[in-house]
């Protein structure tokens, strides 16, 4: 069974930085896509970033210039290198894979909390 693990959460104040990891195990799959997504108390989920191995990476117009994804796709792993961090940045951070372009996100990890304090 595919389990995606976050890790690198945790409090940080306002202007800081923290790097998120995520890592695939429990099987021999390929994704062709993984991505970041975030929820704050209140709010739905939302799309932060995502990298296609194949042509690259898209940033949500709120983290652009801030974040930065990176990954490899031969070891389905992804990191989120978050710098300049706003108290709107709070939220729970999801790691997501997608095995296929154009069909959604197959899975999905637990998720990993960011403080971020004014």
């Known amino acids: 069974q595919v389990q995606l693990v976050e890790s690198g959460g945790g409090l940080v104040q306002a202007g800081g930085s923290l790097r998120l990891s995520c890592a695939a195990s429990g099987g021999a799959f390929s994704t062709a896509t993984m991505g970041w997504f975030r929820q704050a108390p209140g709010n739905e989920r939302e799309f932060v970033a995502r990298?296609?191995?194949?042509?690259?990476?898209y940033y949500a117009d709120s983290v652009k210039g801030r974040f930065t994804i990176s990954g490899d796709g031969a070891k389905n792993t992804v990191y989120l290198r978050m710098s300049s961090l706003k108290p709107e940045d709070t939220a729970v951070y999801y790691c997501?894979?997608?095995?296929?372009?154009?069909?959604?996100?197959?899975?999905w990890g637990q998720g990993t909390q960011v403080t971020v304090s004014s």
């Open positions: 997501a894979a997608a095995k296929v372009l154009g069909t959604g996100y197959d899975y």
């Open positions: 990298i296609r191995w194949s042509d690259g990476t």
